[in-house]
Structure formats: C-alpha cells, structure tokens
C-alpha cells in the first residue's frame, strides 16, 4: 500500500492531534508513505525529527491548508509517489482539497477527524464539515459525542472509528518520576497533583489554581504542577504568586518529549478538569493525556467536555466532574488524596483498560483495515466504470 498523507499537524509540534498522526504513519505502511506536513518554528528541529522518520516528509513552506499552492504540491508529489490513497491529517479544513484531488489522481481520500469538527456541528456550522466531507471515501471519528454530532453532516462514503491511543510501552506503570519531581522542587514524601498540557484556558489549570487553597487547606502536603505552556502560562504563574508563598505550586513549563512518560508518573493523580467554551467550539474531543496518565497507573480526573468522559471510567479509573463546578473538582481531588490504596487500584484499573481498548497497535490495525477497504472499493468500482 503506497500512501500520500497530507496534515497541518505534525511532530515534532507538541499537540494531541500531532501526535495522532505521528503514532499512525508510525505504524501503518510507514516505509510507503510520503507524508506532506507544515514548515514549523524550528528548521533545525525538524530536520533531525524528519530524518529519523521511516517514510519521507516534505515540508510545505508554510502552514498546509487548503490552498491552490498546497494542491498543487501534493499534486506533485502523488505524480511522483504513485499512492493508492491519499489521507488528510485532519477533515477540516483540508477536506476542502478532496473533491479535487481525487479526481485528478484517482485515488480513493481518506479524512481524520478530531474534536474540531464536531465542535463546528454543534455550533450550526455544519454546512462546513458537509463541503470538507464530500469528497471522502472515509471520515474518521474519535469518539461517541464527536461522532453523534458529526454524523448528520457527514458526505463520506463511510465513517468509522478511529480514536487516539497510547504508546503502552512508553507509558507503563513501572516509569520513575522521582528524579523529574525532584528538578520540580516537590518533596519526596509530598502527595503531587499533576496536569500535563498545553496552557490554554479550556483544559482547567485555572481552576485547579482556583481550588488549590481548599485542597491544600485538606491536604497540607499536596503539591500541584502545571506542566507545558502555552498562552495563559504567564496568568497562571501571576496566580500562583498571588496564593503566597509555599502553596505547593509548581509550574515547570514544556518537558521534553522524552520526559513525558516521567512527567506523568511525577504525579500521584493525574487531574485536568476541562470544560467545553466559545459556544461549543472550544471543546476536548477525547483528551490523550488521560489515556496517558492512566497508562502509567495513576488515577484521571477529567472534565465533562466533548468526548472526555469517554477517556477515564468514572469512580473505576479516576473521577469524571463538571470542570466548571469547583465543589466538584475539589470532591474530585480530596478522594484521591485521602486514599492511597484507592489511588493504587484505580491505576491498575486504568492500566489493563488501556491495555485492552487503547493501545496504537489496536488503532493502528484498524486503521490499516480501513484503508484496504477503501482501496479495494475503489479499484473495484473503477474496474466497473
Ligand atoms: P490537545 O493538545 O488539545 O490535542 O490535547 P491532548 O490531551 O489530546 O494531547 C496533548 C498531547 O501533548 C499529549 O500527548 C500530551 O502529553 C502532550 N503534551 C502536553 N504538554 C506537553 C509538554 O509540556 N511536553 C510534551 N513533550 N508534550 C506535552
């Protein structure tokens, strides 16, 4: 199966959906796929990431959007690459180019969707993912609520899911985060909340920040470490300031990829209360970092946005709370806290459910599967035409 993959969102850029297409192209025809990304902020970075890559990245000069240059790029590069299929990193906006590419290559187009999408359903725009799915031969989907929401507009021939997984080699149980919480300042013997995720206002770090006083009031030893960056960085190092001094509050910015499986197993309880915003546009379409924090044992409190509780079994693998309720992050928090071997059983719980449904070997074979389908579909109804 020889491949033309086509996505904005690429590693080494830090961000749930870059990662997404970075763990297929892993592992789905890799060697037969050449992949159309954006230039990035760091030429040298990127570079070295692309070299280590088993299939070949060409650089747009710019963002890869669906513009007549982007077209005319990956017009090139299929001509040269010959693909049975073409996949876009993303249905919108990049659906936008499918009509037109697959007709001029003849090849079957294949759509990821993440929780965009159906955050532009839920807002009336739906006329938009019907003009970005029209020329699918597939959409992907990545969870229930994003797919309930998406499935009335949806033109492609098919949808099927396809959700994001965990790399359950790299996150496991028996990570050590001790020297990593250490670099951090967090005491050996203190009880550390964590979230790890890029600093923008719909993951909750505010609200953690928020509630920090209460819990800490519950829980004298308890430290809380907002890990990443990100656009609210700068407020939330101001409101960790203003909650005086030792409160427990860390803010260590973006860790190295490399580090973030430690990251997570820095902490005892892994907490990101999200919550939908901007009129449902702004929403967590599954959320990775639970899948993450759950690989490596460690009870997930979540947030009640978009596909999120789908992520964490409420009560079983860590909470499932309404992220604007602050009682109710609290409630959430004090549980775990208070309960060592709660905490334990909710991580082993969390580590064989990850194991069963959200490995990327699973999502990736099912991936694969899709693909085969379309392609044959396709060859068969041309051989008929
Ligand atoms: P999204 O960013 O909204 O798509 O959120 P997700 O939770 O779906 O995915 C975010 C991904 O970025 C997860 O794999 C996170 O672990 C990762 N991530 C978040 N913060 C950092 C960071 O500081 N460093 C690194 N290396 N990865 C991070």
């Known amino acids: 199966m020889r491949a033309v993959w086509v996505t904005n969102d690429l590693p080494p850029r830090t961000g749930g959906i870059q990662q997404f297409v970075g763990n297929l192209l892993d592992r789905v025809h890799p060697t037969s796929t050449v992949v159309v990304g954006p230039a990035g902020e760091d030429a040298a970075e990127v570079a070295a990431h692309d070299a280590r890559q088993p299939y070949r990245t060409v650089r747009a000069p710019g963002a890869v959007l669906p513009t007549p240059a982007v077209r005319r790029l990956v017009t090139e590069i299929a001509r040269e690459h010959r693909p049975d299929v073409l996949v876009l990193g993303a249905s919108w906006p990049l659906g936008e180019l499918a009509p037109r590419l697959g007709r001029e290559l003849h090849v079957p187009v294949v759509a990821l969707s993440h929780g965009l999408e159906a955050g532009l359903a839920t807002i009336r725009l739906g006329r938009l993912v019907r003009r970005a799915t029209r020329g699918l031969a597939a959409l992907t989907t990545i969870s229930d609520w994003c797919e309930e929401r998406l499935a009335p507009h949806v033109r492609a021939d098919r949808i099927v899911r396809v959700p994001p997984g965990v790399d359950v080699d790299r996150f496991h149980p028996g990570v050590d985060g001790r020297a990593l919480r250490r670099s951090w300042g967090v005491p050996d013997d203190a009880t550390l909340v964590g979230c790890v995720s890029r600093l923008v206002p719909r993951k909750g770090q505010d609200v953690l920040l928020e509630v920090w006083p209460e819990v800490r009031r519950r829980h004298p030893d308890a430290y809380l470490a907002l890990v990443g960056e990100g656009p609210i960085g700068d407020d939330l190092a101001r409101g960790a300031a203003a909650l005086g001094p030792d409160t427990g509050v860390v803010l260590p910015g973006r860790v190295a990829w490399d580090d973030l499986p430690a990251a997570h197993a820095a902490a005892d309880v892994f907490a990101m209360p999200c919550r939908t915003r901007l009129l449902g546009t702004d929403v967590e379409g599954l959320g990775i970092v639970y899948l993450e924090a ?90 008929g035409s």
């Open 294 to 383: 759950q690989a490596v044992g460690r009870p997930a409190v979540a947030g009640r946005s978009g596909g999120a509780p789908e992520a964490v079994r409420d009560e079983v693998t860590g909470s499932v709370v309404d992220g604007r309720d602050r009682g109710a992050v609290v409630g959430a928090l004090d549980r775990w806290l208070t309960d060592p071997a709660g905490r334990r059983a909710a991580g082993a719980a969390g580590r064989s459910w990850v194991e069963q449904a959200w490995t990327w070997e699973v999502i990736a074979d099912r991936f694969a599967g899709l693909l085969d389908e379309v392609v044959t579909d396709a060859r068969r109804s041309g051989a």
